[in-house]
């Protein structure tokens, strides 16, 4: 049976969870949604607020991931992290990261971090 786009993300997402567990990292929310867009982890890392893009292209390659990411998804990302860091001012403080994880790419590690992968 073939496995349904929205599986493979949850797949993905628990993979880029237990990822950033194992190097250190705390959880503080996963799908965080707003009208606009949603943000699939965030976490947190010494002085860091991370915004975490989970990406699952087991059929893709890097070329396919940075259309993935284009621009447009780049800023519903930054616009939902905006709208995170109002929710949840005690984090206001912290400095903001934006990384991508992507899953099962061909040519990739299984799990592959992009630490800083983009800015505002």
């Known amino acids: 049976m073939k496995e349904s786009t929205r599986t493979k993300g ?8 237990d990822f950033l567990i194992k ?3 705390s959880i503080l929310d ?3 949604r707003i009208r606009e867009g949603e943000i699939d982890i965030i976490a947190e ?7 975490v893009e989970v990406k699952s292209l087991p059929l893709g ?10 621009s447009i998804k ?8 905006k709208c995170y860091l109002k929710k949840h001012r005690q984090y206001n403080n ?10 099962d790419v061909p040519g990739l590690d299984p799990v592959y971090h992009i630490e800083n992968a983009f800015s505002e």
Do not use: P
Not at 74 to 81: G, P
Not at 94 to 103: G, K, L, S, T
């Open 23 to 25: 190097n250190g990292y």
């Open 10 to 17: 949850i797949t993905g997402e628990e993979k880029a969870r």
């Open 30 to 32: 996963r799908n965080f």
């Open 74 to 81: 780049r800023k519903k990302i930054i616009k939902t992290s």
């Open 61 to 70: 390659n890097a070329e396919i991931l940075a259309h993935e990411l284009n």
């Open 94 to 103: 912290r400095f903001i990261r934006y990384d991508v994880i992507a899953i």
């Open 45 to 51: 890392k010494q002085n860091f607020l991370v915004f």
